[in-house]
Every structure is written in C-alpha cells, then in structure tokens.
C-alpha cells in the first residue's frame, strides 16, 4: 500500500489553474454553479444532526475541516454561517489564493499546505468535507482512513465525487471537458471515479456508517444543479463516524 495520497499530476493540474478559483466566469464556473446546492445540503445536514435549530441558519461553534479546499470556496460561506473553518489542500498554490481570499473578505480561516496524511494537527472535527476531491486521489483507502481519524465520534463526513459509469463518462467528460468546454479537457479522469458500492465499503472500513446518498443533477432549462435519485453521475454522501 502507498503511503501517500498526493497525486503530483493531479495537482499540478489544478495549481496551474489557482488563479482561476474566485472567477465566477472562469475555469471554475461549473463549480460556482454547483456550491450552492453542496452548501445547501451541508447546511441543512449540520443544523439537523446537531440540532442546532434554535440558533436558526447559524453553524456557530461547529468545527469543520475542508479537506482539498481548493481556493475555499466553500470554507468561506460556512465560515460566514458561524462554523469555525480549517482549510487544507496539496497545492500551495491553491492555499495561496484561499489565504489572500479569506483576507480580503475579513474571514477568519486557517489554511493549510497538506494532504489528511501529512497534516499535523491534534483537534478533532465536527464534520469533515471530502468535497469533488477523491477522485483526484493516488490512494482513496489511504485517504480517507487518514482523513477519518481527524473526525470526532459520532461525526459526520460529507464526500461528493463522481460515479463510475458509462453515464458519466458520457456527461462528465465527452459532455462537460468536450463539448460544452465547461471544464479544461482532462480534469477528469475515469479511471479514478467511484462507485457508490465501493466507497461505501471503503468508509465501512473506517467506521463510517453511510447516513445517506444523493445523485447531483443538473437543469438545463434553469442552469442549476439539484439533489436528485439518480446517482449516476455527480452523487453527494453522508457519514457519520461510529
């Protein structure tokens, strides 16, 4: 088994393109168009598992670790909801464009350069988000036990990815690098996608018991992404650690 899960091809790729995260109109559109219905489930997930209700849309006190961030595009909202953020991510270039971010919002985030394996830090979380980032992975047995021992008993772990079918090779690669040029050609590999079935037994493993399980798809007709039954091509899983 490797030790290590950084994948230097795959961050290569998404270092050249840091720049790009806070364009709403550049190579990370389709992932400004796809936050807010993760950001909603997410949300909506931690007010009702931690009951937290009472405080209304408030996640203050929540504990959350962004585990390949990005450019932290979502620590940066449930940063504004109240949570107390950590952001990582193996890219230092991304982690360069999250801190300047952060700063020029007044966000209070921590950031780091490092991959669950290599991340030194003794703190237990809340929740913990593996979000469009396992299917970039050298080793995603080895990531996520890595990544499920930063979580707290009785936790809850969000990870998105995309489904291993003929589907979404069709729609998440021909459709969405190819044809509608949404994504970079080769962001994706097929090869790395992830069978439901499979990640849930990986996370079994790890004591993460599979909460729940939704598809992710897009309308046409109005541009926006929605929960969905089908789970074929972008799905989105909650676990919570036993």
Request: glycine content about 6%; charged content about 30%; hydrophobic content about 40%.
């Amino acid at each position: 088994m490797k030790n290590i899960t950084i994948n230097k091809k795959e961050i290569d790729k998404f270092s050249k393109l840091a720049s790009e995260w806070w364009n709403p109109n550049g190579k990370f559109k389709p992932l400004h168009k796809f936050n807010p219905v993760r950001l909603s489930y997410i949300k909506e997930s931690i007010l009702k598992i931690f009951k937290k209700k009472k405080f209304g849309e408030s996640l203050n006190d929540i504990k959350i670790l962004d585990i390949g961030c990005g450019g932290g595009l979502l620590c940066e909202p449930l940063s504004r909801l109240g949570a107390k953020v950590v952001g990582i991510d193996a890219s230092e270039k991304n982690i360069k464009i999250a801190k300047t971010h952060a700063k020029e919002s007044n966000l209070k985030i921590n950031y780091y350069c490092a991959s669950p394996e290599n991340f030194d830090h003794k703190e237990k979380f809340d929740v913990i988000l593996n979000m469009e980032i396992v299917e970039h992975v050298e080793d995603i047995d080895l990531f996520l036990r890595e990544s499920s021992k930063f979580l707290k008993k009785n936790g809850i772990m969000f990870i998105a990815t995309l489904n291993k079918t003929l589907k979404s090779y069709i729609f998440a690669i021909v459709g969405a690098e190819y044809v509608l040029r949404w994504l970079p050609i080769g962001t994706h590999d097929w090869n790395m996608f992830v069978k439901p079935n499979d990640l849930i037994k990986i996370c079994k493993k790890n004591s993460l018991h599979l909460d729940e399980i939704y598809g992710v798809k897009y309308n046409v007709l109005t541009g926006d992404w929605n929960l969905s039954q089908d789970d074929n091509v972008n799905y989105m899983a909650r676990f919570k650690k036993i």
